[in-house]
T-cell receptor
């Protein structure tokens, strides 16, 4: 299995621009998570999906953030407009539905820098 | 009280030493517990799950104390390659996993 695939690996953009992050979960995994990691706050859960349906988006910082999962093999996280404080590493992770103690599998992450 | 708390470290130990980390959690209903390892500028990777009776994987031993609401990770015979940040993870629901901020371990020659 290829694992969770994220793109791009790095993104540098100017404040005010739209940013789209992409994720392909592990095939067969029913849960998909978007996390953001910074030095100050650590790993924060932004949103997660179950069977392509958003279940909990309470971690999404503001309306500038949106996430979609149009099918079982693809998800996007969009920031519009971006701001310097959005600079962080964004991880996508997936998890299967078999057991409550099944672990998360992370993608390589997207390192976002907003100038 | 934060949901999951860890000593950020760093823990500086020589090769061959034994080192232990603790992690406390606030939700007494938490069901699953894990230790993840994260290398610099990489994604977190599962190190081991933590079972109620405690479990061991080679040089690594994990323990769970539900009464005091903490989990621990013990690393014996530390290697240079063990240098990383160790993240404690707790489930706060069926699907949601909450991460601690991690404990940094530096193993020196």
């Amino acid at each position: 299995d290829a694992g969770v695939i994220q793109s791009p690996r790095h993104e540098v953009t100017e404040m005010g621009q739209e940013v789209t992050l992409r994720c392909k979960p592990i095939s067969g995994h029913d849960y998909l998570f978007w996390y953001r990691q910074t030095m100050m706050r650590g790993l924060e859960l932004l949103i997660y999906f179950n069977n392509n349906v958003p279940i909990d988006d309470s971690g999404m910082p503001e309306d500038r953030f949106s996430a979609k999962m149009p099918n079982a093999s693809f998800s996007t996280l969009k920031i519009q407009p971006s701001e310097p404080r959005d600079s962080a590493v964004y991880f996508c992770a997936s998890r299967d539905r078999v057991a409550y103690n099944s672990p998360l599998h992370f993608g390589n992450g997207t390192r976002l820098t907003v100038t | 009280r934060k949901e999951v708390e860890q000593d950020p470290g760093p823990f500086n130990v020589p090769e061959g030493a034994t080192v232990a980390f603790n992690c406390t959690y606030s939700n007494s209903a938490s069901q699953s517990f894990f230790w993840y390892r994260q290398d610099c500028r990489k994604e977190p990777k599962l190190l081991m799950s933590v079972y109620s009776s405690g479990n061991e994987d080679g040089r690594f031993t994990a323990q769970l104390n539900r009464a005091s609401q903490y989990i621990s990770l013990l690393i014996r015979d530390s290697k240079l390659s063990d240098s990383a940040t160790y993240l404690c993870v707790v489930t706060s629901g069926y699907s949601t996993l909450t991460f601690g901020k991690g404990t940094m371990l530096l193993v020196s020659p």
